[in-house]
Structures are given as C-alpha cells and as structure tokens.
C-alpha cells in the first residue's frame, strides 16, 4: 500500500516538473525565442501569456520590448575648423526583430557593445564633417548688436550656420539606422548629452572671456568715474552759486540795515540841540567801548573832541 502511494507521489512530483519546466509566462514587456540545444526554433513570441516548450529539451530567451538606453562615453573629437572638444552622446533603441537580435548579439550587453562601436563611429565622422559653430547652435538667430562686445565675439555670434545641431544629429541617426537594423535593432533617436571644449583650450576661452569682462567692467567704471566728476562739478557750481547769492542777499540786508539805522540816527540829530548832543555822547561812548581797553594808556589833548567828554567827567 506504502508503495503505491510512493508511486503516485512520484507521479505527481514528475508531473508538475514537467509543467514548471514546459509552461512560461510572457508579460506585456517581453518577447521571447525558443532555441533547442542554442538553436532557434518557431517563431518569436511577442503575445504575453502563458505558453510552452519542450520540457528540459527547449530554453526560453526573454528580451525587452520597451525602449532602452545607450549611454556613449565622452570622447575627443576634432572639428572640421580644427578645434577639439569632448562629445557626450545618448541614445534609445529597441529589440525590433528578437530572432535576428538573438542570432547576431545574443543578449543586451553585446549590443551595447555594438552600438558603442556603430554609434561612436557615426558621431566622430559628423563632428569632423562640420565646424563647431554648426554643432553648438540649431538654427539662424537675428543678431542683436551690442557694442560692449568685441569684434571678434560679434563675428563669431553673427556667422551663419548651414546645417545646425539638430540636422547633424538626425544624419548621424540616419547614418546609423540601417546598420542597427542588420542587428535586430530599430534606432529610435540620438542626442548629443554635452559638447565641451578640451582642458587646455578651455583654460584660453576662459582667459579670454575674463579678459573681455575686465575690458567691459573698465568702460563701465571710467565711465562712471566721467559721470561722477560731472556731478561733483556741478554739485560745486551749484554751491558756489548759491554761497554768492545768499552773500548778495545778505550784504544788500545789511546795506538796508545801515540805511535805514543812518536815517535814524538823522532824524534824531536833527530834532533839537539837547538831541543832537545826546547822540555825539551816545556814538562816543560806542567809540570808546570799542577802542579802549583797561590795559591803554592814552596821550589826548585836553582840546580833542575824544576826550571832551572825558575831561567832563573827570570834572565832576
């Protein structure tokens, strides 16, 4: 009875290795090739599902149906105008015929090893084909002038390009198609990722843009010294003109004040004797506070009319 049941079990274990190793599931991501001992047999299966092969006899090769990446390594290349740079590129593909895919490259990784070499080779030719200015820009831009840039950097912004970054990289793609093709591989785009010059050129452009802004930062700076001397010169006009003016103003005050204090004193000589004799001693009292002092030894004689009033007080 044990033994019997021992059998069944077999049966049942050889059963469902049969199955897991005849049945495989596709999902909506993958196609898949058949191969029976590394050869490919049927056709491709692109379907998602659950399907089957030849248990132990059949191997199932899954690749991708989505678009995948090729990432280029930086590499120097010269232009046609005899300048170096580096150039970074990118680009999307996808497995188009998995047969021939599988025949040709086997798996992912000797494709990319196929397209750095396709890719790579197409990039360089169209980067020694062209000048940098037709690399760097896409299409013709109007001009704008600007006199703070030199003539050099004027000409190079204004020349015009024949072909453009955007052209360039569809005629590497272009170039490039028909050979990915005979691998299985549909190329979908192609970009450039960075266009830099190399070190040692970098190092001249950088020298020479520092030297062009030291150039503008010059002219901004004698021409605001030109403008500030310009309004300290009018700032010490103006003051000047206006010291001169209060000064007129002032001495025609004054020339009023005396004017109107002479008329005074006029009027009040000329009321009566007493009067007048009251204004002689009034200035002379003034002429003495302001020219004696308690040091001042005075020599009058006693007719002076200085000391007039002196010699009366001294009488008393």
């Not at 192609?190 to 190092?203: A, M, Q, S, T």
């Not at 930062?217 to 309004?231: F, L, M, V």
């Given at each position: ?14 059963a ?11 999902n ?10 590394g ?5 491709p299966?692109t ?10 006899l ?17 590499n120097?290349?010269p ?35 196929r397209?750095?070499?396709i ?5 360089r ?7 940098l ?60 990722k ?10 001249k452009?950088f ?5 062009e ?6 002219k901004?700076r004698?021409?605001?010294q030109?403008?500030?001397s ?6 010490d006009?103006?003051l000047?003109?206006?010291?001169s ?9 004054m020339?009023?004040?005396?004017a ?14 007493d009067?007048?004799?009251?204004y ?5 009292l ?7 002092t308690p040091?001042d030894?005075?020599v ?17």
């Amino acid at each position: 009875m044990k033994a019997k049941y021992y059998g069944i079990g077999f049966i049942i274990v050889l059963a469902l290795l049969l199955i897991t190793s005849a049945a495989f599931i596709v999902n909506e991501t993958e196609q898949v090739i058949i191969t029976r001992f590394g050869k490919p047999v049927g056709e491709p299966i692109t379907e998602p599902g659950i399907h089957f092969k030849m248990p132990f006899l059949e191997e199932a090769h899954f690749f991708d149906k989505r678009f995948l990446e090729w990432d280029g390594d930086p590499n120097q290349v010269p232009t046609k105008d005899k300048r170096f740079i580096w150039v970074d590129t990118y680009a999307r593909w996808r497995i188009k015929d998995p047969l021939l895919f599988y025949q040709r490259v086997r798996d992912e990784r000797g494709a990319q090893s196929r397209l750095d070499d396709i890719l790579d080779g197409e990039v360089r030719n169209a980067i020694a084909s062209h000048d940098l200015v037709e690399i760097i820009r896409t299409s013709n831009r109007e001009y704008q002038p600007n006199e703070e840039l030199s003539e050099d950097y004027a000409a190079e912004i204004s020349v015009s390009i024949k072909y453009g970054r955007e052209k360039i990289t569809r005629m590497i793609l272009e170039a490039a198609a028909p050979r990915t093709l005979e691998l299985g591989i549909e190329l979908l785009d192609l970009r450039f990722k960075r266009i830099n010059y190399v070190e040692e050129v970098r190092k001249k452009i950088f020298e020479r843009m520092i030297a062009e802004r030291k150039r503008i930062a010059d002219k901004y700076r004698s021409e605001g010294q030109g403008e500030a001397s310009k309004i300290l010169g009018d700032r010490d006009r103006e003051l000047k003109r206006i010291q001169s003016e209060a000064y007129r103003q002032a001495q025609e005050i004054m020339g009023k004040a005396d004017a109107e204090a002479t008329a005074i004193y006029a009027r009040a000589y000329n009321r009566s004797a007493d009067s007048r004799e009251f204004y002689r001693f009034l200035k002379t009292l003034e002429t003495y506070k302001k020219t004696l002092t308690p040091e001042d030894w005075l020599v009058l004689s006693t007719k002076s009319d200085f000391f007039r009033y002196l010699e009366k007080q001294s009488g008393r």
